[in-house]
């Protein structure tokens, strides 16, 4: 399975192709909307999030509620696009293209590196397309995958851990139904109360003070077979193919499987999971910390990965820059922006993880019918418990 998305923030929509799904899969409107609209929410959103109000139109390769196995085309309209016709799109009118052109980089987005590499005078030809709204696509893809791995048995949660200095206790062994319950009650996606409400308060101060806040993410994963991903070559490892996906959020920088870095300040026997072995579920591991993988392969415990996002750039409060046009300093420019988004990006990494593990589990199962993948994973799944 692979997928290709398009479009611009403030063109007139977004536009995602996912080819390789099996046919006969059971396709929901209402579940890719539910996971737009998830991606939507969270404290600390700017007024962008007013505007919009995603919802998936299918174009292609969907009939009767089911994947025919061809391309499945959606498309996410940009609400937005109506302030923007004169400005964006392929055909804008030079005047107005003219009051809106970007000739001052913001420090720490791509508007800069963009413009260099493109040759653009104008930067908005770079933001246009580096922004997150991109990954309302992306999401759209997820949700998709989702629905695949349902009926394979897997199931998809996520949390936020951190928010600037404020930080969750932990809560490793929480069923998913209770995280995804906790998460979803809270503005932040954070289950534990206390740190909820020093993340709120942050986010409130960085408002008012011009500034921005990232944080870690968590996104989990139960139901995965122990054998998806492979030990026999670096890009067919899951754990690594996961990393690149949720680095590849913009504003990510780092990425954990497991206790991550963590594991540079233990001993070998307080890190490696001590296998077991019982009757009625096969072999199965003493601990988690691992995070569900060994040798990019998962091991059949959770998938457990956390991921890292720096404040979101565009600031109120002035950072040094030099525009393209005088090469002279200026005081950063007041865009409309969002301080925290990092309850949306929970969403966001929840979704591309979805996608990741579903493209391995179709990989490790090859089908063109759904019906097969589901046979295929069942039968599986007991060959590895009588192992
Ligand atoms: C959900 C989400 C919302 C974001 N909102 C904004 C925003 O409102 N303003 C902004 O400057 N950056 C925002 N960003 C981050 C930028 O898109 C990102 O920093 C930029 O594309 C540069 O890429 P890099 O940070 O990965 O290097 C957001 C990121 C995510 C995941
Ligand atoms: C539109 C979304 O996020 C946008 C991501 C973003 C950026 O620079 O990444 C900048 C902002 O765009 P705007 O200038 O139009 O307000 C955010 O609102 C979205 O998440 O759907």
Redesign the pocket.
């Known amino acids: 399975m692979r997928y290709l998305t398009a479009g611009e923030?403030?063109g007139p929509q977004l536009t995602v192709i996912i080819e390789g799904l099996p046919s006969q899969l059971p396709f929901s409107r209402e579940k890719v909307d539910e996971q737009l609209a998830r991606?939507?929410k969270g404290y600390g959103r700017?007024?962008?999030?007013q505007i919009?109000s995603d919802r998936v139109q299918v174009l292609s390769g969907v009939r009767f509620g089911k994947t025919t196995g061809a391309p499945v085309t959606l498309v996410i309209e940009n609400k937005?696009w109506t302030h923007w016709k004169k400005v964006m799109g392929t055909d804008p009118i030079p005047e107005y293209a003219e009051k809106r052109r970007v000739t001052r980089p913001r420090p720490g987005?791509a508007d800069l590196n963009g413009a260099l590499k493109y040759g653009h005078r104008d930067m908005r030809d770079v933001?246009e397309r580096?922004?997150?709204?991109e990954?309302?696509a992306r999401v759209a893809a997820g949700a998709v995958a989702r629905q695949l791995l349902e009926l394979c048995g897997i199931r998809v949660a996520g949390h936020v851990v951190r928010i600037g200095t404020a930080e969750a206790e932990a809560t490793p062994d929480l069923p998913l139904d209770e995280i995804l319950r906790r998460a979803e009650a809270s503005p932040v996606r954070c289950l534990d109360p206390q740190a909820e409400k020093e993340m709120m308060r942050l986010i409130d101060e960085a408002k008012k003070e011009g500034d921005s806040l990232g944080g870690i993410v968590e996104v989990i994963v139960e139901g995965a077979p122990a054998g998806l991903g492979s030990h026999v070559h670096w890009d067919r490892k899951l754990d690594a193919r996961i990393a690149r996906a949720v680095v590849s959020i913009?504003a990510f920088k780092g990425v954990e499987i497991g206790i991550g870095f963590e594991a540079a300040r233990r001993k070998g026997s307080e890190v490696h999971d001590e296998i077991l072995w019982a009757e009625d579920r096969g072999f199965y591991r003493a601990t988690n910390r691992a995070g569900g993988f060994e040798g990019g392969m998962t091991t059949g415990e959770r998938i457990v990965v956390r991921g890292v996002m720096k404040p979101i750039p565009?600031l109120y409060k002035p950072l040094r820059s030099v525009d393209i046009e005088t090469k002279k300093p200026f005081a950063a420019s007041i865009?409309?922006?969002?301080s925290c988004?990092v309850p949306?990006a929970c969403v966001v990494a929840e979704n591309v993880v979805a996608w990741e593990v579903a493209q391995a589990l179709t990989e490790k199962f090859p089908a063109d019918t759904m019906p097969e993948l589901i046979e295929q994973v069942e039968q599986y799944r007991k060959r590895i418990a009588r192992f």
């Open positions: 923030s403030h991606r939507q700017g007024r962008r999030m919009e937005d987005h933001l580096s922004s997150a709204r990954t309302a913009q565009t865009e409309r922006s969002d988004a949306a």
